[in-house]
């Protein structure tokens, strides 16, 4: 079982609107969460972390996290067209060197 | 600059023959992944080298290889392609910890015929 599950799989967006996609864990080993943003054609580049419970914002970009159920949201504040990417929910387990386990990811299709 | 370099961007290989893919960055970074990506699924850990100790999963032990001949550069060896390696392989490199940003390349992508 895929143990970093995203919901949906895709959704679509007026410019201007707000976009909102899930990330569930089901490790407790695995609490330390990173959105990662792709846009076609490029690797990975990083959002932004969360480590702690309630909100982080960054920008239009608002992160969410439940410690309790390990869930954590991404919020996309007045959507733009280069908003459009591949979204991929990350955990981490803090043990030092240990690398991210991926989500399948969300696809993000804003529209003018 | 957090420039991490991928060659080549594309490879056509033959079943049977071997793959090396290169990987570079001049950040310093003591740890450097690479990572399998097939398509509608997540990108899959393969290894990690921290310093010059090589980690590698469980379950693609014996299906890759790998250098770090200094801290820059990292290679990812495939010494006899199968048609199940066709995938993009995306190298990533960070400082050690699970708090630090991984910075990916744009990835190579690996066509088998």
């Known amino acids: 079982q895929q143990k970093v599950q995203q919901s949906p799989e895709s959704l679509s967006v007026p410019e201007g609107g707000m976009a909102s996609f899930n990330c569930t864990s089901s490790d407790r080993n695995f609490q330390y969460f990173w959105w990662y943003r792709q846009h076609s054609g490029e690797g990975p580049k990083a959002l932004m972390s969360i480590f702690s419970d309630g909100d982080k914002k960054e920008g239009r970009f608002t992160a969410h996290l439940n410690k309790a159920s390990l869930h954590v949201s991404l919020h996309i504040r007045d959507s733009q067209p280069s908003d459009s990417a591949l979204y991929f929910c990350a955990a981490s387990d803090y043990q030092g060197g240990r690398a991210l386990i991926f989500g399948t990811g969300t696809t993000v299709s804003v529209s003018p | 600059d957090t420039t991490v370099k991928q060659n080549p961007r594309y490879k056509l290989a033959r079943v049977g023959k071997p793959v090396n893919l290169i990987c570079s960055q001049t950040m310093n970074h003591d740890t450097m992944y690479w990572y399998q990506k097939k398509p509608n699924q997540a990108p899959k850990l393969l290894l990690f080298?921290?310093?010059?100790?090589?980690?590698r999963e469980a379950d693609t032990f014996e299906k890759f290889q790998s250098s770090r001949p200094n801290n820059s550069f990292c290679s990812l060896y495939i010494g006899s392609a199968g048609l199940e390696y066709s995938a993009m392989y995306l190298c990533?490199?960070?400082?050690?910890?699970?708090?630090?940003?991984?910075?990916f390349g744009p990835g190579t992508r690996l066509l088998v015929l």
């Open positions: 990533a490199s960070s400082r050690r910890g699970g708090q630090d940003t991984q910075y």
């Open positions: 080298y921290y310093d010059k100790i090589l980690n």
